[in-house]
């Protein structure tokens, strides 16, 4: 039975409030595969998001939610990947920092 779940949500900017679709397609896509190996599969669903950049300003933009559906021993298992991905995210897209919903509590992971 599959009753946790974990969320990276995939920003669709870079530095802040700059469009990058593509790098976010392209994201998207590794975190789609890390996923899907560690916990059997996922699904990605699209959303709107906001954030309050202390130098940027109200951010809105899409977002790629990308979950999986796990057992509690996959994602403790695997929670500190996740957490590493979202790191890298945030990094590699020069975030101020990366949402992770680790079964419904949200941590902000910066680079």
């Not at 990058?20 to 699209?46: D, I, P, Y």
Request: proline share 3%; aromatic share 8%; glycine share 6%.
């Amino acid at each position: 039975m599959l009753t946790d779940r974990v969320t990276i949500y995939v920003p669709s900017t870079t530095d802040g409030n700059k469009p990058a679709k593509r790098l976010q397609k392209k994201v998207s896509k590794h975190v789609a595969k890390k996923f899907s190996c560690m916990f059997g599969g996922c699904t990605q669903q699209a959303a709107s998001g906001f954030w309050v950049s202390d130098s940027k300003g109200l951010i809105e933009e899409k977002q790629n939610l990308i979950f999986a559906a796990c057992t509690p021993q996959d994602r403790e298992k695997h929670l500190q990947d996740v957490l590493t991905i979202a790191k890298a995210i945030a990094k590699y897209m020069k975030q101020e920092a990366v949402t992770v919903d680790n079964n419904g509590t949200l941590l902000f992971i910066e680079a």
